[in-house]
């Protein structure tokens, strides 16, 4: 076997090795990245939300159902905000603009200061005249028993400041229906630019009251809601920390 065949095995086996590790740490992630080197990152497929793995059915307290009332030779039904038809989402299917808008502010400041001195002294300076029978007896009788000094100090300061803002559209597609007419919806976007992928998924609970008459919502009326604006790509790639790293930080306890 030449030396030229040994390197290129060992180079090789070097490869695998590498592969595999990186499969182990990154759930396979690895080896789809390197065979997409060069181009752009995939959209994902339009999928329905309820036949996803993670997907679980909103289970919430429910109140008794009431028997819904109609009125006689009236063109108008109740809930209703069009002449002919609502145009509101109500049913599984339909449409809605979620309106996100999120401004946080936050801004908070403490300082704590604490300073103590204590000093014990006790015992007896001239015990039954000790000081007058001489060195010896000096040593043998007790003078002071007990001398202390103890100071301390602490000072403490903490600050936080922190602003955060997202504003944003997303369209929203109602997957569930409650017992009590409230809807359970949920949003995906994904958005390509060049090398880069920036997602915003928004899910939650809202009631068919707070839908305005244009089918749109304000995230701020979605009960138990979830947004996540993120992205995947080159940048998102060089932001984050390497496998080996992240493994250390949890690993190593300073």
Known sequence: MSAFSSVSRFRRLAISALLLASCALG???SIDRLSQIGEQPKLSAIDNPTTQPGYKPVQMPMPKPEVASYNPNSLWRNGSRAFFKDQRATHVGDLLTVTVNITDKANLSNETQRSRTNKENSGIDDFIGAKTLGLQAQKVLPGRILTADSTSSSDGKGSVNRTEALQ?????VVT?????GNLVVEGKQEIRVNYEIRELVVAGIVRPEDIQSDNTI?????AQARIAYGGRGQITDVQQPRYGQQVMDVLLPF
Request: net charge neutral; hydrophobic share 35%; with cysteine.
């Open 27 to 29: 759930g396979c992630s």
């Open 168 to 172: 944003t559209n997303v369209a929203a």
């Open 176 to 180: 569930q229906v409650l017992p009590n």
């Open 218 to 222: 304000d995230s701020s009326k979605i």
